[in-house]
């Protein structure tokens, strides 16, 4: 059945932009990125956005709807009363590009800060051998799909620009503990670094990245807390500390 | 509203130029004020409580707010079984209430707690308020220096936690008791303090430091398979986490509540048998 949506749909570019309205048709069934290219194939052919796999797996369409970040491919226009006028904006975290399209480099900057995985110097390639419950904790962080609605969603970035210097945020924070919970990774000094060079110290774990990840990612509870408190082993608890002074060793492992 | 010109967060340069702090259309108010308001109504309930100074004992019930009662100056009967290691303190002229002594511990522990911290965050602080709102403070600087820094701290107050945990439970089988002190009874107090000592240990079970302390810490769980067991089942558990620091922290003042009444006289502590 089709209806009659009304949209506010942000356009402009980073010196300037403003929201314009626009009248559409919808479809029974249709998600808001089918909308935004309905529009783009009849009412403004310029209009600006990013996609790809229209499935919620490439993470491409992450944008800001009625001020929520989230996917366009995965928001079913049947949410939103048939009254309710529907607001599309860039996602507010980083600059413009072009319209709904926004430069997410940030993130690829800190993906390369994150030190790679080292495997161990006694082992060949194809001789690692893992339990399956050593390697299922982390494997809930390979489901990310780099959306980066955490990103965009972490009040430490997204409301102070000043901090994307020395903070990571919460993807990388997912990358971090996935390499720390690694049974393998013969890298020590995850757990410091986190703090020290990512940030973790400047989450306060208010949850919204977790709440805004299409995969359903725990992110806190499973990545952030766990790599908080292994931070605390080594870093701030005396106990553990003296346990490390007398045993010479990082921590339990 | 005009644009904000402070320049940063979602106002900074290059990103986009919008006026609204937020454009959610949703109700995200709500739950912070909820959050404030019914926090706020238990610390003045529990800082009432913690001074009155009387009322917290009627045999065989004692409060949670003054268990274990360790001063010299607690009612008849009612000092913890390891006996009283304060004496009776005045400033002022007023008496030091044995309440005093021991609700750091598990206010602490409350303070501390990752949910606590999430909730207070965003409702108190406004840090941020909810989701995509941006927040009202120029400068964030998170849990990296004084005084915010002491969170780490959180598995201290969770063993002192614990130990309160044990003294409670106590508790609630003291009251397996008549008023004369006579065991193998049971009333609606002793139902009210194993509800209250029963969601505490929900409460502290559930913590993510206990999470991380039972095996969290690991990343070889095949060769740690009991730690592991433990926290497969903590982490069920911790599903749970914010709900049982709610209900638990209702069941610390109901029962409290009920002492009260029942040591005022207001109502009769019902024996079932």
Redesign the interface.
């Known amino acids: 059945m089709a209806r009659t949506l009304k949209l506010r749909i942000?356009r402009?570019s980073?010196q300037?932009?403003?929201?314009q309205d626009v009248t559409v048709e919808a479809n029974s069934g249709e998600v808001v990125l089918d909308i935004i290219h309905r529009v783009q194939a009849t009412q403004m052919g310029d209009l600006a956005v990013r996609w790809n796999c229209k499935a919620g797996k490439c993470g491409s369409c992450s944008m800001?709807i009625?001020?929520?970040?989230r996917l366009a491919c995965m928001t079913q226009v049947s949410a939103y009363a048939e009254d309710?006028v529907i607001?599309i904006?860039?996602l507010?975290?980083?600059?413009?590009i072009k319209d709904l399209v926004?430069?997410v480099s940030f993130n690829y900057k800190k993906a390369l800060e994150v030190r790679a995985y080292e495997h161990p110097a006694d082992l060949a390639p194809g001789e690692a051998r893992m339990?399956q419950?050593?390697v299922e904790?982390s494997q809930e962080f390979r489901k990310c799909i780099e959306c980066f609605l955490c990103q965009n969603?972490c009040?430490?970035i997204?409301?102070?620009?000043?901090?994307k210097k020395s903070f990571a945020g919460p993807r990388f924070f997912i990358r971090l503990a996935e390499l720390?919970?690694?049974?393998l990774d013969t890298l020590r000094n995850r757990k410091q670094s986190a703090q020290e060079e990512h940030?973790l110290?400047?989450?306060?774990?208010?949850?919204?990245c977790t709440?805004?990840c299409p995969e359903h990612i725990r992110i806190t509870?499973n990545a952030i807390?766990?790599m908080?408190?292994?931070?605390?082993?080594v870093?701030?608890?005396p106990l553990r500390w003296l346990g490390s002074v007398i045993r010479k060793r990082e921590?339990?492992? | 509203m005009a644009i904000d010109t402070s320049g940063n967060g979602v106002f900074s340069e290059g990103r986009a130029k919008l006026s609204a702090r937020t454009l959610r259309t949703d109700k995200w108010w709500l739950q912070p004020l909820i959050t404030v308001i019914v926090l706020f109504s238990f610390i003045v309930y529990a800082t009432l409580r913690a001074f009155e100074n009387g009322k917290y004992f009627a045999q065989p019930l004692i409060s949670p707010f003054y268990s274990p009662c360790l001063a010299s100056n607690c009612v008849k009967d009612s000092p913890s079984f390891i006996g009283t290691i304060f004496g009776t303190y005045h400033i002022f002229g007023m008496t030091v209430s044995p309440s005093l002594f021991i609700l750091i511990f598990p206010l602490a522990f409350r303070m501390t707690c990752y949910y606590y911290r999430k909730a207070y965050y965003r409702s108190f602080w406004m840090s941020p308020p909810a989701c995509a709102v941006a927040e009202p403070h120029a400068k964030y600087t998170g849990e990296t220096r004084a005084p915010l820094i002491i969170q780490n701290g959180h598995r201290y107050a969770f063993y002192a936690g614990l130990v309160f945990n044990v003294f409670l439970t106590i508790d609630a089988i003291g009251a397996f008791r008549n008023e004369k002190g006579q065991w193998g009874h049971m009333s609606i107090g002793t139902l009210v303090l194993l509800a209250n000592a029963t969601f505490l240990w929900l409460y502290s079970m559930s913590c993510h430091t206990c999470r991380h302390t039972v095996g969290g810490r690991h990343r070889n769980f095949s060769k740690h398979p009991i730690r592991y067991k433990l926290w497969t089942w903590v982490s069920i558990l911790n599903h749970k986490h914010q709900n049982f620091a709610w209900i638990s922290l209702f069941g610390v003042a109901l029962a409290d509540l009920y002492v009260r009444q029942v040591s005022g006289g207001s109502i009769r502590n019902l024996y079932f048998f």
């Open positions: 942000w402009g980073d300037d932009g403003a929201l800001e009625n001020g929520k970040p309710e607001t904006t860039p507010r975290a980083f600059p413009v926004t430069d339990e419950i050593d904790r969603t009040h430490v997204r409301d102070h620009e000043e901090n720390d919970m690694h049974p940030g110290g400047m989450c306060n774990i208010t949850k919204c709440e805004v509870d807390i766990p908080k408190e292994r931070v605390v082993d870093k701030y608890d921590g339990i492992l």
